[in-house]
Nanobody, 117 residues
Framework: QVQLVESGGGLVQPGGSLRLSCAAS????????MGWYRQAPGKQRELVAS????????RYADSMKGRFTISGDNAKKSVYLQMNSLKPEDTAVYYC??????????WGQGTLVTVSS
């Protein structure tokens, strides 16, 4: 089993920054990929960024690329999301995700990010 806990969300003004953290526990050796998703009111959950734990390869949604940076600690299976130049449209619940063997997916509880003046 894998468990995920997110932290770092909160209220920030437009143009501000936040750093989200996700800590994995349990069978962390089985994790091969981690990422961040978000869900705004009335919208489907969407990919923000992901990272492959073995290679460090990353990918981003187009709207976040250049403002957000995903990084990870492979030994601890922790993942971080540095968010800069935040916009009101970034307001959402952000969820940590882990893909692990055998063909399983685990989600964290989510952390709310609110961008407002």
């Amino acid at each position: 089993q894998v468990q995920l806990v997110e932290s770092g969300g909160g209220l920030v003004q437009p143009g501000g920054s936040l750093r989200l953290s996700c800590a994995a526990s349990g069978s962390i050796s089985s994790i091969y990929g981690m990422g961040w998703y978000r869900q705004a009111p009335g919208k489907q959950r969407e990919l923000v960024a992901s990272i492959t734990t073995s290679s460090g390869s990353t990918r981003y949604a187009d709207s976040m690329k250049g403002r957000f940076t995903i990084s990870g600690d492979n030994a601890k299976k922790s993942v971080y999301l540095q968010m800069n130049s935040l916009k009101p449209e970034d307001t959402a619940v952000y969820y940590c995700n882990a893909n692990h063997w055998p063909a399983r997916q685990t989600w964290g509880q989510g952390t709310l990010v609110t961008v407002s003046s």
